[in-house]
C-alpha cells in the first residue's frame, strides 16, 4: 500500500523547470543547445529569464538570456549556439533561473554526443 501512495505523490516541481534537450556538434567544435523549459510565468516581474550550461562541476560554458515571459507558450524551446566545451567532458548540466524564486527547478544533466 505504501508503494501506491508514493507513486501517487505528484513529482516536485520548480518555477522553472529544464524538460528536455537536444545537443549538436558544429564543425567549428562549438555545441548548439535547444532546451526545453517549463515556467510558471506570471507577467513581468515573475518568468523564466535565462539557462545555462554547466560542467557537472559547476564551470559555466553558456548563458541565454530570455528577454520576456511565455505565459501563453509552454512548454517552450529556445536555442544557444557557440559553446565551447573543454575536451574531456562528458556531460553537461542545464538549469533555468526564474525571476524573482532563482535556481529552484529541475535541472537536466546531459550527455554530449
Not at 535565462?50 to 515571459?69: A, I, Q
Not at 524551446?77 to 573543454?86: D, H, I, S
Amino acid at each position: 500500500m505504501l508503494w501506491w501512495l508514493a507513486a501517487c505523490v505528484p513529482a516536485w516541481a520548480g518555477e522553472a523547470d529544464v524538460i528536455g534537450a537536444k545537443v549538436s556538434k558544429s564543425p567549428d567544435g562549438t555545441f548548439a543547445f535547444h532546451v526545453t523549459i517549463r515556467s510558471n510565468d506570471k507577467g513581468w516581474d515573475y518568468y523564466c529569464d535565462r539557462f545555462e550550461v554547466l560542467t557537472t562541476d559547476g564551470k559555466l560554458l553558456g548563458v541565454r538570456e530570455l528577454l520576456h515571459p511565455h505565459e501563453n507558450e509552454q512548454p517552450f524551446t529556445r536555442e544557444l549556439y557557440g559553446v565551447k566545451v573543454p575536451a574531456g567532458v562528458k556531460q553537461v548540466v542545464i538549469r533555468a533561473r526564474h525571476k524573482p524564486r532563482g535556481y529552484d527547478g529541475k535541472t537536466l544533466t546531459f550527455a554530449l554526443p
